[in-house]
Every structure is written in C-alpha cells, then in structure tokens.
C-alpha cells in the first residue's frame, strides 16, 4: 500500500483518497532453449532440445540444418516445461560436410550449434 500525507499534515477537500493497493508481481522467466545432442543415422539426423529456463506455451518449433546453401528443416507445434526435452528425428540431410543447426521459437532463432555431416 502506498500513502501520501498518512498524517493528515495537508488540509484538503476529501482525505479518503490518500493510499492506494496493488500487487506487483515478478517477471516471468523466459523461456531459454538449447541444443543438447545431434547424432547423424543413416536415417538422417537426429537433434535434441532442451528448454532450461520458463514453461515454452505452445509454439512453433524449427529445427533447420544448413549445409552451404542447402538446407533441410523439420517443424513441430509443442509446449515445453522447464528442463523438458524433445527430439526432433530423422531431419534429412541437406549435404555433407560442416552443418549449423538452428532451432527457432515461432521464426525467431533461440539456439544454434555445428555440426559434421559425414558422406
């Protein structure tokens, strides 16, 4: 509660209307999403997230692999909590040789790593 002239020390019309109430709550921890693995199968590849920090609401998850300029992608609608995981299987290759992995949280990349793509 928040109070101006709680003496009454101001002489004024209505002294009713000195204090007002509120709460004040904390910022929600943002979601914060990682990479933690990827492993290439002969079914293609393999990269698993994480989410270490506040609850992920349903969104539209993009696990992309670059090679050069080919690239591949895999999307899903999901909802992670704090420290939950998800695997995002068998995402084509687009090639072989040095890859970025990017994960983006509707169309705004959260994660990225490197990867070898072997032939």
Do not use: C, H
Request: glycine share 10%.
């Amino acid at each position: 509660q928040v109070k101006v002239d709680p003496d009454n020390a101001i002489k004024e019309a209505n002294e009713d209307n000195n204090a007002a109430s509120f709460g004040l709550q904390p910022p929600l921890e943002q979601p914060e999403i990682v990479i933690t693995g990827a492993q290439v199968t002969p079914g293609g590849i393999n990269v698993t997230i994480k989410n270490n920090g506040g609850t992920l609401t349903s969104s539209t998850v993009t696990v992309r692999i670059k090679v050069g300029n080919a690239e591949t992608a895999q999307t899903q609608e999901l909802a992670l909590a704090k420290n939950q995981s998800v695997t995002f299987a068998n995402i084509a290759r687009p090639g072989t040789g040095a890859a970025t992995i990017e994960v983006s949280v509707g169309g705004q990349v959260m994660a990225s790593a490197g990867l070898t793509i072997p032939p």
